[in-house]
């Protein structure tokens, strides 16, 4: 056999052997040796080659991974520090909170979890993913709306990064259709649907509506845009007076528009993580045998539905 072959059957030996650890298999050197029919030595001596390789890239400021060998497993591993990629516990998850959303119809969730299982999953993990997965899957039921508006959000968002108007075609919950030209500020997500966030310059349209001199962002359900144009005219917004989505986030838990409201109740419930969780902006102020009292700001009048179905458990101060 000549040089070059024997070479070239070195490089593809090794190169399965870096694809197979990258996958999470474990190599046992015995085993990998009857199966490649080369000595235990060339075994060794590839894996060698792979760390030296590996120490290589990390010195060259590339990913830190290394082969370790695992007594227990009887074998080789690769183990790395790679930020780039999901673990099999962080896909497991984000797939579990896809399906738990209800965001999206079932034509749509089913190749994005496909995709996600396919890119980020090792390949020998993939099929226990997919059975974990399955029932729930197989038994999603999609939002009564039916409609498809992932291609939408990007359009959006690029309006928002952009700044610039979008013209938009909205149905009320009354089922009447409005034409609105709007500054979009914000995408958000919650309990089912994503929403728009935008301001209207318009007074005209302004009038229409319970709080005309309301400053903050007019809520949209995002599938409720019959449809929408991006338009070539920008808008600004002063750096002083930015949207910040973040902290708009904390304060609106139900999609509701309206005035910022400060709260004071209190909580009789044995433990308030819940209330805590629900509203981010909350704290708690005192606590005695007839309860936490509790501090919070909030938007619009959502919260007051959350208030009553706590029962008694949750009493409006102020």
């Known amino acids: 056999m000549s040089d070059s072959l024997i070479s070239e059957n070195k490089y593809s030996r090794v190169l399965q052997l870096y694809l197979r650890l990258s996958e999470g298999e474990v190599i046992n050197k015995a085993e990998e040796a009857k199966r490649s029919g080369k ?21 060259m400021g590339g990913n830190e991974k290394e082969i370790i060998y695992d007594k227990k497993l009887k074998g080789y591993y690769l183990k790395g520090k790679d930020e780039t990629t999901l673990t099999n ?12 959303s ?28 997919k059975m974990l997965i399955a029932n729930e899957l197989f038994h999603y039921v999609e939002p009564h709306h039916r409609k498809h508006f992932i291609e939408s959000l990007w ?7 952009k700044y610039r108007y979008i013209d938009i075609c909205y149905e009320r919950l009354d089922g009447k259709a409005v034409n609105r030209r709007v500054k979009p500020v914000g995408i958000m997500f919650s309990e089912f649907y994503f929403y728009l966030t935008a301001f209207i310059d318009d007074t005209q349209t302004r009038t229409e509506f319970r709080n005309p001199d309301d400053i903050f962002p007019t809520i949209y359900r995002i599938d409720r845009i019959k449809s929408f144009e991006i338009a070539k005219e920008t808008f600004d917004i ?16 139900f999609m509701y528009g ?6 004071k109740f209190i909580y009789k ?24 009292i509790i501090t919070a700001e909030v938007f619009g009048d ?5 208030l009553r179905s706590q029962g008694e458990d949750v009493t409006l101060i102020e």
Not at 238 to 253: N, S, T
Request: hydrophobic share 40%.
């Open 89 to 100: 516990s962080e896909i497991l998850a984000v797939c579990k909170i896809l399906l738990e």
């Open 102 to 129: 209800r965001a999206f119809c079932k034509s749509d969730i089913s190749p994005i979890i496909e995709k996600l299982i396919y890119n980020c999953v090792p390949h020998s993990k993939q099929q226990m993913v």
């Open 155 to 161: 359009d959006i968002g690029e309006a928002i990064y």
């Open 302 to 306: 959502g919260i007051d539905m959350w």
């Open 269 to 292: 419930g044995v433990n308030p993580e819940s209330v805590l969780d629900r509203l981010p902006t909350a704290k708690i102020i005192s606590h005695d045998e007839k309860g936490y």
């Open 238 to 253: 002063p750096y002083a007076d930015r949207f910040e989505e973040g902290e708009f986030r904390k304060r609106v838990q």
């Open 258 to 263: 309206g005035r910022l409201r400060k709260l």
């Open 39 to 59: 000595s235990t030595k060339s075994i060794q001596n590839d894996i060698e080659d792979l760390r030296a390789f590996l120490a290589e890239r990390a010195a």
